[in-house]
């Protein structure tokens, strides 16, 4: 009988290579999903970069800036765009597009403290013919 006393302390070589093997079935989906990708890597790359690099016969000159891809506005420019903007916010606001009048509180406030139970009512097939024209 105390032969078998050290078994439930100490962990065996058959108990360790079980819980090895469990361990391994249970992290391997998640391991292997971290490894895939459902976008094609072709489609979002931008062409030059899709084709590789290609030889020119040269090496590229670092000392010379980069063509830009637009000029650049200058602040006469700026302040010119950003007077048209304002000039069509104005003309949008006096066309009606402004500030809306102020609800009336009191009847959003009644109509919140009654929506909720009248919905209920309508729910639950406890209606009321003021409310619903349909109710029976």
Request: proline content about 7%; hydrophobic content about 35%; charged content about 15%.
């Amino acid at each position: 009988m105390t032969i078998n006393v050290g078994g439930t302390y100490f962990l065996g070589v058959g108990s360790i290579c079980r819980i090895a093997v469990a361990a391994a079935m249970l992290c391997a989906p998640l391991l292997a999903s971290g490894c895939t990708s459902t976008s094609n890597a072709n489609s979002s790359a931008p062409t030059a970069l899709a084709e590789g690099p290609k030889d020119t016969g040269s090496y590229p000159n670092l000392n010379i800036r980069p063509q830009v891809a637009a000029k650049q506005l200058s602040k006469e420019e700026t302040a010119a765009k950003l007077g048209e903007l304002k000039a069509e916010q104005q003309a949008q606001l006096a066309k009606g597009g402004g500030a809306k009048p102020a609800p009336n509180t009191a009847a959003l406030n009644t109509l919140a403290r009654t929506h909720g139970g009248d919905t209920l009512k309508q729910i639950e097939g406890k209606c009321d013919p003021a409310l619903d024209p349909n109710c029976n």
